[in-house]
């Protein structure tokens, strides 16, 4: 998470150089956008406060910049700043907006511009709300609203408190909750997928952004930080609960996990010993056990087992982290 520190880094030491650039002329710009884009995005204008109902629209979706199309915001970090522009506390990649020293009109302001294509978006200022404490205060003009069309998809690869842990850093990943699949009973208790009896597993359902993860990506990401060759164990934990176990909801995914598994078998020593299993149902684990690692940091457990799982996975997928 980026915070206001972070912000004057880049503004005093430069951003960091994207991928790719989008570069056009003026002329180039004023031909494809709309005079009122084109006054804000390249002649760094500013529109009127409560000019747009984007001020005020909190459903979720994707803010993608106005100029090249490139992603800069998810609604899930908008929020109602009273300003009369649409505000945001964080942008959806740390490198998607750029910095810079803005000293127009006398007043001292970091401007935030794409990334890609330098479109002026705004300005950036340290009075937004907690954690990040930063207000991306943005011209709606400057931004697209995309449709968010998200998809789910269930797996399970030992503890769920752990695999939640990782995914939930995961970019393009929307949210993670922990749960039970793969078992007989309806919705069981912890206690009784404990037992073993019920044939549950341990699992997360991942709801995630397919513009910015595929499937495969997230079976990859799987497959890479639990030991899929250990059958009903991961660790010291033991028991079919902690089997490795993808659930498909259709051909198609089926497909892709099989093609997964084929492809990083190379990978390993052992056969992977991954269940393969339609989804029929998944069942939400107790509240307790929903972030368990954020708001368990200190547990021995968080500390003995995942904090290495975890550092692992941020170093293996740093690129892929949020
Ligand atoms: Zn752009």
Known sequence: MLKYLDVLKFVNHGNPEPAFKVVKTQEEWQAILSSEVFEVTRMKGTERAYSS????????????????????????????????????????????????????????????????CDAHLGHVFPDGPAPSGLRYCMNALALKKMEAKYEKSVFGGGCFWCTEAIFDELKGVVSVESGYSGGAIANPTYRE??????????????????????????????LSTHNPTTLNQQGADTGTQYRSIILVSNDEQRHVAESV????????????????????????????????????????????????????????????RK
């Open 53 to 116: 109902e984007l001020c005020s629209t909190f459903a979720p979706g994707l803010y993608a910049c106005s100029c090249c199309g490139t992603l800069l915001f998810d609604g899930r970090e908008k929020f109602e700043s009273g300003t009369g522009w649409p505000s945001f506390t964080q942008p959806i990649d740390a490198h998607a907006v750029a910095y810079k020293n803005d000293r127009s009109y006398g007043m001292r302001r970091i401007e935030a511009l794409c990334s890609i």
């Open 261 to 320: 598994i084929m492809e990083m078998q190379e990978g390993f020593d052992r056969p992977i010993v991954t269940e393969i299993r339609e989804l029929q149902a998944f069942y939400l684990a107790e509240p307790e056990h929903q972030n368990f690692y954020m708001n368990n940091p200190e547990e021995g457990y968080c500390q003995a087992v995942i904090d290495p799982k975890l550092d692992r996975f941020r170093k293996l997928f740093a690129a892929r």
């Open 193 to 222: 997928v404990c037992s073993g009896k019920t044939g549950h597993a341990e699992v997360v359902q991942v709801t995630y952004n397919p513009a910015e993860i595929s499937y495969k990506d997230l079976l990859c990401v799987h």
